[in-house]
């Protein structure tokens, strides 16, 4: 880990800040970085080294953590007219995110990892030190919105290009985090963002985006799991308890799966499958016709709130995965528990994923889906 020499110790106390941009190695948060320096804070980048493997290259790898981004990054760096640094967070990311998504795998939960890298490495990790070091925000290129009130406090908003909008993913900021944190991008588009970066004269103005798991390279999350996990020979069910076939490891298995099921022979009524269950107990994964994948109501634990805690019960709109879209919702809180009950059903939601509320444009909170209630199926 490289520390900054003669890093300030105190907070400022006038309109310019000073800035720890976060920066991967593409477009937008380099975009990010350059925005933050016109805007007159004085700013310094950062590169998270997140790979246990610091030689790994882009060949075949579709995250954001190789040695070439963090390269790009320097470059971009370079440009801007930044210092620039890279922190070694692997092992703390290794911790933090990967082994607890092999965890909740092997659990028949199906986490989100890219927000837990926000819970625990962006938005902890990195915040954390860099406040200790004087800093006074992060930036990132998330695409998302801070609106800041008359009484000091801040809202976290959607972006304005809802296909960008990654406030789900950023739902677990509570309002100290929000306090430190900067996202320039949040009133932009994409192309907006790709055609500065060419007028600014970053590289990494046409980089492709990153996506799938950055600790994934190869985007088998199955095979990834079974590395871990091992095989684990168990049965395949129907929702009246019939073996339709077997599997090799029921953490291969995600609510809502249709395709890889290899169970053979077709429904009686000719429909097709789609896993409803996974049990870790017994190494069991049961299939059911597509409406048993609707949703009525959740429960979800862990609730983290955007500033203000919600009232004990009230209206909301929900977004239940990553790239889902919204519903409206009854919310209600009781002893750190979100309850949510669903005006219509959604389906292929499972445990483990995010449940993040919304009051309009503005992120109530998020939490942890326990438990999803659905109405009982039949073969």
Known sequence: MTDFPGAPTAPST????????AMSGGVDSAVAAARAVEAGHEVTGVHLALSSNPQSFRTGARGCCTIEDSRDARRAADVIGIPFYVWDLAERFREDVIDDFVAEYAAGRTPNPCLRCNEKIKFAALLDKAVALGF????????????????GSRELHRAVDAAKDQSYVLGVLDADQLAHSLFPLGDTTKDVIREEAE????????KPDSHDICFIADGDTQGFLARHLGTATGDILDVDGTKLGEHDGAYGFTIGQRKGLRIGRPAADGKPRYVLDISPVNNT???GPAEGLDVTGLTAIRPRWCGTEPL????????????GEEVPVSASVTDDTLRVALDTPARGIAPGQAVVLYDGTRVVGSATIAMTERPAVTA
């Open 285 to 287: 994964v049961t299939v």
């Open 14 to 21: 006038t309109g310019r800040l000073r800035v720890l941009a």
């Open 312 to 323: 004990a019960e009230g209206r909301y709109t929900a977004q239940l995965r990553a790239h």
């Open 199 to 206: 007028r600014r004269g970053l590289a990494v103005a046409k």
């Open 136 to 151: 006074d925000a992060v930036c990132t290129g998330h695409y998302a919105r801070i609106v800041d009130l008359t009484d």
